[in-house]
């Protein structure tokens, strides 16, 4: 099992900032890639940034430019910085952590709210 706790979620003006965290625990070694989602109201949830253990890196067209994912070379904490925050962004963000055999864990998710 692994355990994920998200991070840094709050209210922003369009245009600035936010990083979100998110901390893993349990099963780590069984994890092969990092990620974050995001739901807005009605929509589904959708891949925002992934990470690799290997640091390979994969984003939404939506945020390419915009939002970098990291992690620490231990896999027990990855980040998601967000520059140049739009409306549309506004979501819950979701953490997730993949296993090598393809289960997939999910955090409690953060608000993040980008007023216009």
């Known amino acids: 099992q692994v355990q994920l706790v998200e991070s840094g979620g709050g209210l922003v003006q369009a245009g600035g900032s936010l990083q979100l965290s998110c901390a893993a625990s349990g099963r780590i070694p069984s994890i092969s890639a990092m990620g974050w989602y995001r739901q807005a109201p009605g929509k589904q949830r959708d891949l925002v940034a992934r990470?690799?253990?290997?640091?390979?890196?994969n984003y939404a067209d939506s945020v390419q430019g915009r939002f970098t994912i990291s992690r620490d070379v231990t896999m027990k904490m990855v980040y998601l910085q967000m520059n140049s925050l739009k409306s549309e962004d506004t979501a819950v963000y979701y953490c997730?952590?993949?296993?090598?055999?393809?289960?997939?864990?999910w955090g409690q998710g953060t608000q993040v709210t980008v007023s216009s």
């Open positions: 990470i690799t253990r290997g640091g390979t890196t």
């Open positions: 997730n952590a993949e296993s090598w055999n393809s289960r997939d864990y």
